[in-house]
């Protein structure tokens, strides 16, 4: 879980634009649900900011 978390975390990083899920999930070859429980981990230690439009959610990383 570790090494999945740290390349999410990675990618996170790198984009200025930031990720759904399911863009995230598509580029990581990972399934949906292992993203979202990721984000929702990084979420609670306040790594990441989410900005909402329309029905999706998109991750930044927060640089915190």
Known sequence: MEKT???II???RKSQT?????ELSKKLKLSRQTIANCFAFLE???KV???KVGM???Y????K
């Open 5 to 7: 978390r740290n390349q």
């Open 10 to 12: 990675g990618e996170l």
């Open 18 to 22: 930031g990720y759904t899920i399911s």
């Open 44 to 46: 609670g230690a306040q």
């Open 49 to 51: 900011n989410i900005r």
């Open 56 to 58: 999706a959610k998109i």
């Open 60 to 63: 930044y990383w927060s640089g």
